[in-house]
């Protein structure tokens, strides 16, 4: 019997939405994902504490500052775990930037640079690296310099189609829409859960952004994430790339396939719309209740994972 699994990698190419390395050598995907929420879950893992005393002790020996060295220290734990995954997946490795400079354009191409450094400290090449950045409009002006200068991005935290035509408009490599994320919103806000997975709107918005791009030519890869079930996930077969959880890719692996989703590409090409102003992006968006509420509590719940990280090294 064909698993949904394997029929999704004959469709999409499947990255591992995980810190988590043994779960990664038993998956064997293409490339993988971290964020501030999975390294945090990672440093509770007895397993890898070497690589939070690793990390603490090199922040230690470059600032004196206290920030600093808890800045540096959970910069240079992602690193370490970065490094075990790439050594490991064939493809990307994608790193975040510290959520709480999603409003800062100079300081996330700063952050995203420093990454980059420590990685090449520990040997990795930067065309192994993606840099992580929430989907902002002051991120994704980042993101498109970062473009210009060789750095690939995954634009993050992304739900709404403001967003995306942005993030085309600024000829990011990949960009990461939010599946569950925004049924959950829905649900919260009455909607009762489908029971066909393309009546859920979070798969209605990345069949949507998917179309849009490849119906005006655009390069900018997309990759479905925050997936709730693996209906959600099924209903994406044929997306560019699907970021998936452990838990997810096993029940997947459990399923027979089918080929009811399929996505293809558009038969005729249309001329790409003028890029958004800023003023057009922030008004569409804004217009989009969902999306407005959902990237400013992602990008606060990443905030708080990143804290939570900073007070594990203030334990050691």
Known sequence: MTTALQQLKAHSTIVA????????????????????SLLLKASEIEAYKPYLDKAWQYAKEQSTDAQQQLELACDYFAVLIGKEIADIVP???????????????????????????????????????????????????????????????????????????????????????FVGRILDWHVANGMEKPSDPLQDPGVQSV????????????????????????????????????????????????LPANTDYLLSGANDVQPKPEALTESEFRWLHNED??????????????????????ARFKQL
């Open 17 to 36: 939405d995980t810190g988590d390395i043994e779960a990664i050598r038993k998956h064997q995907p293409q490339d993988a994902t971290t964020n501030p």
């Open 289 to 310: 209740a969902m999306a407005t509420e959902k990237l400013a509590e992602g990008i606060r719940a990443f905030a708080k994972a990143q804290q939570d990280l900073e």
């Open 91 to 177: 493809g990307y490795i994608s790193t975040e930037v510290d959520a709480r400079l999603s409003f800062d354009t100079q300081a996330t191409i700063a952050k995203a640079k420093q990454l980059l450094a420590l990685y090449d400290l520990e040997g990795v090449s930067r065309d192994k690296i993606l840099i992580k950045i929430a989907s902002t409009w002051e991120g994704i002006k980042a993101a498109e310099q970062l473009e210009k200068e060789g750095i690939r991005c995954n634009l993050t935290l992304l739900f709404s189609d403001a967003q995306a035509r942005a993030c085309a408009d600024a000829n990011v490599y990949l960009i990461s829409p």
């Open 207 to 254: 069949r949507s952004i998917y179309d849009f791009y490849k119906g005006h030519g655009y390069d900018t890869i997309v990759m479905g994430a925050s997936f709730r079930n693996t209906g959600e996930i099924l209903a994406l077969t044929g997306c560019d790339r699907l970021t998936i959880s452990p838990a997810l890719l096993e029940e997947l692996a459990e």
